[in-house]
C-alpha cells in the first residue's frame, strides 16, 4: 500500500526556518517524481515545487522561488522541503504528493502538515 | 487569482446530474496538456478522481466523468449521492520560459440538496 506521511509542521515566527519531510513507503520512491502542494486555511489548492526522480529536475512556484529549496534521499524514501524566511502567507497544509508518470497528476497524496506562520 | 478558472459553487439534488467546467487558456489547456480533476472530501486530502481528461483510476465509480474541448474542461456528475458533497478542483500545466508548471483551479465546491 502506498504512504506519504508528512512531518515537520508547526508554529514558527515570520522571517523563521522550517523543515518539512515526507517519509514514503509501498513503491519504489526513486522511480517517481515528487511534488509539494499547498492550501492555505480555507483556500484551494497551490502547487509549491516538484523534484524529479534522481533530482534532475527541480521547479518552484514564483510565490516560494529563493526561499524554499526540495531535496530528497532515495535511499531513506524521504522527500524534504527547507522553508526559510517564511512568511505570514505561507500558513497553509502542505502535502507532499506522488506524480504518476504517464498523465502526470498526483495519484497519491500524504495527510498533510500544517505551517503556521504568526509572531 | 488561479491560473484555471472554476464555479466556486455548484449544487444538485440527489439523483441529478450537475458539471462543473474549467477554463483555461491557450498556454495551459489550450496548449494541449491534459487536465486531471481531484475530489477533496471535508477534513482530507485531495483524492485523484479523473486523470488524462477523462480516465478514471481505479476504484472511482463511473458517475463520474471527463472531457476536454479547446481551453476547457469539464467533470460531470451524474446519479447524485450524499458523499459527492465536496471540494473539486482541476489540474493541468501551464507553460512559462522557465518550462511548463502545475496550475490549479479555485476549486469548485459541490453541495447536495
Known amino acids: 500500500e502506498v504512504q506519504l506521511v508528512e512531518s515537520g509542521g508547526g508554529l514558527v515566527k515570520p522571517g523563521g526556518s522550517l523543515r518539512l519531510s515526507c517519509a514514503a513507503s509501498?513503491?519504489?520512491?526513486?522511480?517517481?517524481?515528487m511534488n509539494w502542494v499547498r492550501q492555505a486555511p480555507g483556500k484551494g489548492l497551490e502547487w509549491v515545487s516538484s523534484?524529479?526522480?534522481?533530482?534532475?529536475?527541480?521547479y518552484y512556484a514564483d510565490s516560494v522561488k529563493g526561499r524554499f529549496t526540495i531535496s530528497r534521499d532515495n535511499a531513506k524514501n524521504s522527500l524534504y522541503l527547507q522553508m526559510n524566511s517564511l512568511r505570514a502567507e505561507d500558513t497553509a497544509v502542505y502535502y507532499c504528493?506522488?506524480?504518476?508518470?504517464?498523465?502526470?497528476?498526483?495519484?497519491?497524496w500524504g495527510q498533510g502538515t500544517l505551517v503556521t506562520v504568526s509572531s | 487569482q488561479s491560473v484555471l478558472t472554476q464555479p466556486p459553487s455548484v449544487s444538485g439534488a440527489p439523483g441529478q446530474r450537475v458539471t462543473i467546467s474549467c477554463t483555461g487558456s491557450?498556454?495551459?489547456?489550450?496548449?494541449?496538456?491534459?487536465v486531471h480533476w481531484y475530489q477533496q472530501l471535508p477534513g482530507t486530502a485531495p483524492k485523484l478522481l479523473i486523470y488524462?481528461?477523462?480516465n478514471r483510476p481505479s476504484g472511482v465509480p463511473d458517475r463520474f466523468s471527463g472531457s476536454k474541448s479547446g481551453t476547457s474542461a469539464s467533470l460531470a456528475i451524474t446519479g447524485l449521492q450524499a458523499e459527492d458533497e465536496a471540494d473539486y478542483y482541476c489540474?493541468?500545466?501551464?507553460?512559462?520560459?522557465?518550462?511548463?508548471?502545475?496550475?490549479f483551479g479555485g476549486g469548485t465546491k459541490l453541495t447536495v440538496l
Open positions: 504528493a506522488r506524480v504518476y508518470i504517464a498523465a502526470r497528476c498526483f495519484d497519491y
Open positions: 509501498g513503491f519504489t520512491f526513486s522511480s517517481y517524481s
Open positions: 491557450s498556454s495551459n489547456i489550450g496548449a494541449g496538456y491534459d
Open positions: 489540474q493541468s500545466y501551464d507553460s512559462s520560459l522557465s518550462g511548463p508548471h502545475v496550475v
Open positions: 523534484i524529479s526522480s534522481s533530482s534532475s529536475y527541480i
Open positions: 488524462g481528461n477523462s
